[in-house]
């Protein structure tokens, strides 16, 4: 079977999520030690929260399973779930969010380990493959994954400063 692009996405996503990377970050030890509290602050009023910026990478996450599994999915940028509010997700609890957060990565890599890199080259909607979608992810994740590292900088010296 041949899937060596596929166990390399497989292995990004996992490198993203709790290895070790050569950026030396990952979203367990960014995230981790982050408390309840903390969690939902914004640092700046134009900052986003960690808790929003995990729930939206969160729901993405999600849209891109329904894609893979061939089902509907309706999620647009203008969509109220893309960024929830830190009061709707406070209902949730953080402990909750960052369990939905890292299912959703096990349950990604369950629909497409087993797959063949020819997988990769289906469309899921007119003009874009498997492919265009996962990598996308992946950068989507690293994307945020950059932003969280700047709002807990900012998280940590308003602290410090309190």
Known sequence: MDNKLIKNIVGQFRDIQEQELWLDENFKKKIGNISEKLAFVRPLPELHSVAELISHILVWRKESILKLK?????????????????????????????????????????????????????????????????????????????????????????????
């Open 70 to 162: 061939g089902l509907k999915s309706t999620l647009t940028m203008e969509s109220p779930e893309n960024w929830l509010t830190n009061d709707e997700l406070k209902k949730k609890g953080w402990e909750e969010l960052k369990s939905e957060f890292y299912q959703s990565q096990k349950d990604l890599i369950e629909i497409i380990e087993n797959e063949t890199d020819n997988f990769l080259d289906k469309e899921y909607t007119d003009g874009f493959k498997f492919k265009y979608l996962l990598e996308g992810l992946i950068h989507h994740d690293l994307y945020h994954l950059g932003q969280i590292g700047i709002v807990v900088k900012y998280l940590n010296l308003k602290n410090k400063s309190s």
